[in-house]
């Protein structure tokens, strides 16, 4: 197996390839060294001189990883591991899988399409030969691979969980003498292992899109949505999360965003990196020359925040947006991306974390504190029991749900401020802790969304700028499902819903939708879909990123796990997070670098980055951050 890093060019294994003899495994692994790199073809060594120190550039993460090359096919492969070979040729890191076309015949060099879909199994497929050899078939031979599918990704790159029998076959003819296969499947199939080291979840960035409530104030036209992808993280990674986002958003996202490019804006140069200053220069087609300076500073913006997602490691210390022939369009600099486009999630002030305590009152940590203070305002007080609260995001007004389950408040934080009467009391019994209001949440807009439910159903509300008459929100993906508990984004645009049916509970995304006229919005939560399903019984989830959340459940049989998911419903490739015994609730800042909080046996807990959790007290409920 070769390896390679930048310019180098090396040989060393990984601990999942392993050389086979014959036509087996397209793999050839030699151990890393000077004999290894002299046997390999490499330059001869030198002998002698002095040892010098060099200092390695900055690289994304995917190029300080081990590349995989596959072999070509040998004479006289039996089709079973010509099949296996051309397996493992397609989980080499080539740009167009120029090995793994040489065991196509062909006719299905010229046909097969490797990128139309992604097929991804817990295990690599097993290939196995036809069993009942078909008489009309004396000159081919029919290779079945099958196992059990996770996951699909498709040629937008968008990851959907499938979990499904997989079944196939391959059928191979000779070919001047040689096996070769002629009718396959399009797009790839690898086994779980191989996508997570080829693949990495990368963030596309796209403006929201409020329609019938854009010209309302609170709407900015500069709210950045994330959109996940799965992109190749050893090919051209920057080139292809550009490519990735100058295609457009992904058809779950793309009727509440949009993008700044013109359509049919397309890249003029196509090996995009950062120079040694850390800027991007990216030259773009025609179709992006006409635009006019606040358009490109916004497209700009997409391209800063999509490709310093794809590069971590390094800080981009500005966007130059280039015509076909190198002409400046337009400069955004770091600083103003940060200021003026970053995501909501990214305020730019440190949230503190609150709970109410033991004496019912609504009380607030931050970092240098080393005692729970009570909060400003009537919540602060105690005198009115609560069972949850929310805290807007600007930290100037809370929301809370009477300990009944039946009455919502909302008052300011401030000195002297009376509570008021409800703004909205729950149409059901509440005789029970899963029904009456759910905990509320405040989204970036300033809009307050609860649901009220009963035994038997439940309704989404949202309450403009948590004052006012609730407006009911259609959910037409819930059926006759209740739902239990909501989280929506900063952005507005996106709503966690934990949705009961038959005694599960499963955490799905929702997509809201505003349409009608500017008098007389109408709001829907459209396209449901499944966040974490290996989950059987999710307790408690929280937004911990601009497209990742924090979860708390168990699967069919098994204990109690938290776990961070992707909102495409893949698991997150953060840490993982220690074990704490009893989670009925957990909260996360969309904020990274934030600690989480979670009502635990223990009591109210808090796990900073890089530590275990810590009891913050014995006695609390309802942990929140703002939102």
């Keep these: 197996m070769d390896t390679e890093r930048g310019s180098e060019r090396v040989v060393a294994p990984t601990s999942r390839t392993r050389a086979r003899r014959g036509a087996g495994r397209a793999r050839k692994l030699t151990l890393l060294g000077c004999a290894a790199a002299l046997l390999a073809g490499c330059a001869s060594m030198p002998d002698s001189g002095e040892v010098t120190a060099v200092d390695q550039s900055p690289r994304s993460e995917g190029d300080s990883q081990v590349r995989v090359y596959g072999v070509p096919p040998q ?98 003819i000779k070919e001047e003498g040689q096996w070769r296969i002629d009718r396959l499947p399009d797009g790839l199939v690898l086994g779980l292992s191989d996508f997570q080291r080829i693949y990495r979840s990368v963030n596309k960035y796209y403006f929201a899109s409020y329609n019938s409530e854009s010209e309302e104030p609170k709407a900015s036209r500069n709210v950045l ?80 925040f999509t490709v310093q997602d794809m590069t971590r490691a390094s800080k981009i210390s500005e966007v130059e947006l280039q015509d076909d022939g190198g002409n400046s369009l337009c400069v955004l600099s770091q600083d103003q991306a940060e200021r003026d486009f970053a995501p909501p999630q990214r305020t730019g002030r440190t949230p503190k974390e609150y709970f109410i305590d033991a004496d019912h009152k609504v009380v607030a940590m931050s970092d240098s504190a080393t005692e729970p203070t009570p909060v400003r305002g009537p919540f602060g007080t105690g005198s009115t029991p609560l069972r949850s609260v929310a805290i807007s995001r600007g930290e100037n007004a809370a929301a809370g749900v009477s300990n009944d389950g039946r009455s919502l408040y909302v008052a300011a934080m401030e000195d002297g401020v009376e509570r008021g009467g409800a703004l909205l009391t729950s149409t059901g019994s509440a005789k029970h802790a899963d029904e009456g209001l759910t905990a509320p949440s405040w989204d970036g807009l300033g809009d307050l969304w609860i649901a009220d439910r009963d035994a038997h159903g439940s309704r ?73 399903p290996q989950l059987e019984d999710v307790v408690a989830a929280s937004w911990a990123g601009g497209s990742r959340l924090v979860v708390v459940g168990r699967e069919s049989g098994g204990v109690q796990q938290m776990q961070f998911m992707e909102t495409d419903g893949s698991a997150s490739n953060a840490q993982t997070l220690p074990g704490v015994n009893g989670v009925k609730a957990v909260a996360a800042s969309e904020d990274e670098t934030r600690p989480l909080i979670a009502d635990a046996t223990e009591g109210i807990v808090r796990l900073p980055p890089d530590a275990n959790w810590k009891t913050v007290a014995k006695d609390g409920t309802a942990p929140v951050y703002p939102g």
């Design 75 to 172: 004479d006289g492969a039996q089709p079973t591991n010509i099949v296996r070979s051309f397996l493992d040729a397609t989980t080499s890191d080539e740009a167009d899988f120029r090995t793994a076309t040489q065991y196509l015949a062909k006719s299905a060099k010229r046909t097969w399409r490797p990128f139309q879909v992604t097929k991804v199994l817990q295990e690599r497929p097993k290939p196995e030969p036809k069993v009942q050899p078909n008489r009309e078939d004396v000159n081919g031979y029919t290779v079945t691979l099958s196992g059990s599918q996770v996951a699909s990704v498709d040629d937008h790159h968008a990851y959907t969980p499938q979990e499904k029998p997989y079944r196939q076959t391959i059928h191979l």
């Design 225 to 304: 949505v994330a959109d996940p992808v799965y992109l190749r993280q050893r090919i051209k990674p920057i080139t292809a999360s550009v490519e990735a986002l100058l295609s457009g958003p992904t058809d779950w996202l793309n009727q509440v965003t949009t993008s700044e490019f013109p359509r049919g804006t397309r890249l003029a140069a196509h090996d995009l990196a950062l120079d040694d200053s850390n800027a991007l220069r990216v030259k773009l087609s025609k179709a992006a020359v006409n635009t006019d300076t606040t358009q490109c500073k916004r497209m700009a913006a997409q391209l800063f």
């Design 460 to 532: 989404l509300l949202r309450i403009r700028e948590g004052k006012g008459d609730p407006e009911e929100v259609a959910v037409p993906g819930l059926g006759g499902r209740r739902i239990k508990a909501i989280k929506v984004a900063a952005d507005g645009i996106r709503i966690a819903v934990l949705v009961e049916d038959k005694g599960r509970t499963t955490l799905q995304l929702g997509r809201v939708e505003r349409n009608g006229s500017s008098a007389h919005p109408v709001l829907s939560v459209q396209e449901l879909r499944p966040i974490a």
